[in-house]
């Protein structure tokens, strides 16, 4: 059984830092795509980052132009865990934070809900003003 098991969130001041970890159990992924979303209440769930495999030791990042610059995705593939390095966090980065994995390597649309097939059960950010 795949399970992604995300930590890291938790209650921040506008300027400050978090990191989130999601651990993945039953697969690997170091081969597949993975990102994170978000959402905040009342609103519909979006996309944040994503990481694709581009062959061997290489990925793609690719972020929401409301997280560029702040935000950082990275893997750790000896220990299958995914990372949002999160800096200048403001009050609307608010949200629960999911993580996801693809099946696919490298998917057209990384931004797209759609290509994740494993979902974690999110973790609680919010920033302060």
């Known amino acids: 059984q795949v399970q992604l098991v995300e930590s890291g969130g938790g209650l921040v001041q506008a300027g400050g830092s978090l990191r989130l970890s999601c651990v993945a159990s039953?697969?690997?992924?170091?081969?597949?795509?993975m990102g994170w979303f978000r959402q905040a209440p009342g609103k519909e769930r979006e996309f944040v980052t994503a990481?694709?495999?581009?062959?061997?030791?290489?990925?793609?990042?690719h972020y929401a132009d409301s997280v560029k610059g702040r935000f950082t995705i990275f893997r750790d593939n000896a220990k299958n865990t995914l990372y949002l390095q999160m800096n200048s966090l403001k009050p609307g980065d608010t949200a629960v934070y999911y993580c996801?994995?693809?099946?696919?390597?490298?998917?057209?649309?990384?931004?797209?809900?759609?290509?994740?097939?494993?979902w974690g059960q999110g973790t609680q950010v919010t920033v302060s003003s």
């Open positions: 039953g697969r690997t992924f170091s081969s597949y795509a």
């Open positions: 996801a994995g693809s099946l696919q390597q490298k998917p057209p649309r990384p931004y797209d809900s759609g290509v994740y097939y494993y």
């Open positions: 990481t694709t495999w581009n062959g061997g030791n290489s990925y793609l990042a």
